[in-house]
């Protein structure tokens, strides 16, 4: 199906572990973005990218690795995972002159 | 830096409307978005609004824009128990493609 797809939906980790988000677009749009969501602080931007092989940190970069090698696909990799990285994460694709983002399901991630 | 804020939580009534109100402090915002969040689920886009204009109607839905106080708001007429949602303003500046997002105000509608 055409849209955009975040796995896993759901995931328990422990602190210090690795753990990679994954999302992937099937439209080919150049801009792909990673949000948080934390209650009180709305979504804040981790990261985004303006194309394959070209990333940029937003707002709460610390702590987060992005790549992409390819342009349908952007995961967000926690090296070492802390309490407070526990949150709602949303991938997103822009495309258009209006910065109009269209938004994954969400990955929600509890770190214990 | 941009700042969006909202007010977290109204609870209106089904049938009347809702207001829901934004402040932004960036000046060069280009684009005003109102996202709706429903539960479990990600953002969608319900409107936009360039900056250049002071309201835009769509169905339900009123946008007003007030550039001078930075001031935005979004007005859903004769409100449902499906409008119950979280609510996000948003601004981006043309040619920049970031987005900041406001907290969010939750909508919560009583039958």
């Known amino acids: 199906d055409a849209g955009i797809t975040q796995s896993p939906r759901y995931k328990i980790t422990e602190t210090g572990r690795q753990v990679t988000l994954m999302c992937h677009q099937t439209w080919s749009h150049s801009y792909m973005f990673w949000y948080r969501q934390d209650l009180g602080h709305g979504l804040r931007l981790i990261y985004y990218s303006a194309a394959a092989d070209i990333t940029d940190k937003g707002e709460v970069p610390d702590g987060y690795v992005v790549s992409r090698s390819k342009t349908e696909n952007f995961p967000l990799t926690l090296e070492s995972a802390t309490r407070s990285q526990t949150s709602v994460y949303f991938c997103?694709?822009?495309?258009?002159?209006?910065?109009?983002?269209?938004f994954g399901a969400g990955s929600r991630l509890t770190v214990l | 830096g941009e700042d969006v804020e909202q007010s977290l939580f109204l609870s209106v009534r089904e049938g009347d409307s809702s207001v829901i109100n934004c402040t932004y402090t960036?000046?060069?915002?280009?684009?005003l978005y109102w996202y709706k969040q429903e539960p479990g689920a990600g953002l969608q886009l319900l409107t936009y609004i360039f900056s250049n204009m002071d309201m835009k109607q769509d169905q339900r839905l009123t946008v007003l824009l007030n550039k001078k106080d930075k001031h935005l708001s979004l007005r859903i007429a004769d409100t449902q128990t499906g409008d119950s949602a979280i609510y996000f303003c948003a601004e981006s500046k043309e040619g920049y493609q970031k987005v900041t997002f406001g907290t969010g105000t939750k909508l919560q509608v009583i039958p």
């Open positions: 960036d000046s060069s915002s280009t684009y």
């Open positions: 997103a694709t822009g495309t258009g002159g209006a910065n109009v983002l269209t």
